[in-house]
């Protein structure tokens, strides 16, 4: 974030974290690596660089090149990935400027990017499938320099992934035919032909998402936040809840909300929102772990949560052929019962913590709300313009345009000083996609190798084979094979970025569920919200982490607590898939059918609370928590004989709750 946030306890004034501190954090523990912290001269030259690409991007909305999508891809992809190398370490503790090495990778990216332009772009397009040797070398070097940046940029694991695939591809012929996944192999030439000059390799889908949408609203988080929208989202969350013992834990969940839409990470809103409401849990009397889970959940529920999802969103509109906003729709009732869920964990907590209400110096929200309400107008102009069926590309644009003019305001006519800002907010948001740039780029190998092989249908037909072992039964299978797609996006999760996890999880395993009869809609939610969530799941935890390392509190508790207060968002997603009345919490049904469907899934989640926070009225005993998981699973099953049996047992576990006590009571009474 770029300001420094504080917190006020009691009248005072405390600065929490320094901005090195914060951001340092980030770095340590983003699913992304950390860019380099470049000298004066070279940081003002990248800055450039980065403008350049951010009007470049800008450009392409309004007045798009005639030559078409691919060629702006082309160009895109030749004027970004050179700034990986510029931006970004090749190994840890390495020089922060850039290098020799460095600079002959940035060139050699260049070349090769841009190469398709060289003897013109169409006659490129010609030689499709009968590449000529020069285009198989600098294809080949392309897909060396894309691994490379992908590898500076989240780490080994994807490019290994990737080059295990290109393998498959051309060795493929050498497996026993006895095997499904066997094929032909393919020639060498048209491996690269299709990463090279295809829709589906290094300029399909992930790339064009990256380039037409992810920037986009990158540059739109960086406007915003220097704007101000950040501090104020903080301001209006502490001013909120006043002085109340469950006051704490509601500004936490509702600062992570408002600033995973300036942040867009999960982890970077974790720390950003730890550096602020820490010290106000751990004055309320949080324990470190417990707090740390709060955060971390908090945090990842920002990207789960509209108007600004996470970058999978888009790839899911692009893949679906639906519009941005229909995404945005099929999101709220799962986030209403995310964060439903997060605040009866935080009202148990605040009871069995015996949490202390703590006092905050901040003006009222509606003082608040006078002075700063209008950074939620830009949010707003996303929404409104796209349901007026404005493309999401534009209508992104146009809420930056207003948030240019609102930071413009807050500088009371500071015109050089705000032109100074913006320049620097568009770089910095074109610099910050770089990253997703380089895994979309190499997330394109998977995809090609995928499509030109046949594996994804092979490897999806082979996950419900396994099913089938355990079961003939259709609905016994389809559970199988659900349990095991989540455990295993979720383990994706763990090794790669999340936009990565959703591609290749898309490829392979959404054809299983399809074929299955889920449909495609909640297919691809149900893997949108696994891959988000790998960043709060053990043994790992991304987020979880980041947020021990500012409690201070133990790692391995911190991510148990995480995944205390995530248990709905980790169960609500198997009921799209599992169940006939799903596609009604995706709001894909009647409006009577969604509005029963979310009350039952609502009580399902008080259910889950009451399970893992150990608490109805009381602290609860395990004959009440075992009632209160069978009431779950049978609500949350969404049929409505289930829902009246787990209404019984939710009111059977009210009961014991009550009565028990009472009849241990009596019994002491008379033996005594």
């Not at 006078?370 to 950074?375: A, E, V």
């Amino acid at each position: 974030m770029a300001q420094v946030f504080r917190a006020r306890h009691e009248g005072v004034r405390v600065s929490i974290k320094s901005q090195a501190d914060v951001d340092g954090l980030i770095a340590e523990y983003d699913e992304e690596r950390p860019s380099r912290a470049l000298s004066r001269r070279w940081e003002h030259g990248v800055r450039v660089a980065g403008l350049g690409i951010a009007l470049l991007v800008l450009k392409q909305v309004f007045w798009p090149f005639r030559e078409g999508g691919q060629y702006y891809l082309v160009i895109f992809l030749a004027v970004t990935l050179p700034l990986v190398f510029l931006c970004y370490r090749g190994r840890r503790g390495g020089r922060e400027d850039p290098g020799p090495v460095d600079w002959a990778l940035a060139g050699v990216a260049f070349l090769v990017g841009a190469y398709p332009l060289f003897g013109g772009f169409d006659a490129f397009l010609d030689r499709q499938g009968q590449l000529t040797a020069l285009d198989v070398v600098a294809g080949t070097v392309l897909l060396l320099v894309v691994l490379e940046a992908c590898r500076r940029t989240t780490g080994w694991v994807l490019p290994v992934v990737c080059l295990v695939f290109v393998a498959f591809a051309y060795y493929g012929g050498y497996l026993p035919p006895s095997w499904s996944i066997s094929h032909a192999g393919v020639d060498f030439g048209q491996i690269i032909n299709g990463f090279y000059n295809d829709a589906t390799g290094f300029y399909g889908t992930p790339l064009d998402v990256a380039a037409t949408y992810i920037v986009l609203f990158t540059i739109y988080g960086s406007v915003l936040n220097a704007s101000g929208a950040g501090a104020f989202f903080v301001d209006i969350s502490f001013s909120a809840f006043r002085k109340s013992r469950t006051a704490p834990g509601r500004t936490a969940a509702t600062a992570g909300f408002l600033l995973g839409t300036v942040s867009g990470s999960g982890t970077a809103t974790t720390v950003s929102l730890g550096a602020v409401t820490w010290p106000m849990l751990k004055k309320a009397g949080y324990p470190k772990e417990s707090a740390g889970g709060l955060l971390a959940a908090s945090g990842i529920g920002a990207i789960l949560s509209p108007p600004t999802l996470g970058a999978a969103a888009f790839i899911i509109a692009e893949y679906l052929e639906t519009s941005y906003l229909q995404v945005l729709i099929w999101a709220i009732l799962p986030t209403l019962l995310y964060y439903l869920g997060i605040a009866l964990a935080v009202e148990v907590d605040a009871r069995r913590f015996g949490a202390a209400p703590v006092e905050i110096d901040a003006p009222s929200p509606w003082a608040l709300l006078k002075r700063g309400g209008y950074h939620f107008l830009s949010l707003g102009v996303i929404v409104v313009f796209l349901a007026l069926d404005i493309p999401v590309y534009s209508a992104v644009v146009y809420a930056t345009g207003v948030a240019a003019v609102f930071a413009l305001v807050a500088r009371r006519g500071d015109v050089r000083g705000w032109a100074r800002a913006m320049a620097e907010s568009l770089s910095s948001g074109a610099r910050s996609a770089l990253p997703v740039v380089a895994v979309c780029a190499a997330a394109g190998v998977i995809t090609s190798t995928i499509t030109k092989t046949g594996l994804g249908q092979e490897l999806a037909s082979a996950l419900v084979d396994v099913a089938g072992f355990v079961s003939s039964d259709p609905a016994v299978v389809l559970f199988v094979t659900v349990v095991l797609a989540a455990v295993a996006v979720s383990v994706l999760g763990l090794a790669v970025p999340v936009t990565a996890s959703f591609i290749i999880s898309w490829v392979v395993i959404g054809p299983a569920l399809v074929e299955l009869g889920v449909a495609r809609e909640e297919t691809a939610m149900f893997i949108f919200y696994y891959a988000v969530l790998s960043e709060v799941t053990p043994p790992t935890a991304l987020a979880a982490v980041a947020a021990a390392a500012i409690t201070g509190g133990d790692v391995l508790k911190t991510m148990w607590r995480t995944w205390k207060y995530t248990l709905p968002a980790f169960l609500v997603p198997l009921a799209f898939v599992l169940t006939d009345h799903g596609s009604a919490l995706l709001l894909r049904s009647s409006l009577v059918d969604s509005l029963w469907v979310f009350a039952a899934s609502a009580v399902g989640v008080a259910a889950l609370a009451a399970l893992t926070g150990g608490w109805l009225f009381g602290p609860a005993r395990w004959p009440e928590r075992v009632l209160c998981l069978l009431a779950a699973v049978a609500l949350l099953h969404l049929q409505p004989v289930a829902v009246a049996v787990g209404l019984g047992l939710l009111a059977v576990a009210v009961a014991v709750h009550v009565l028990l006590p009472k009849v241990f009571s009596r019994g002491r009474e008379q033996d005594a």
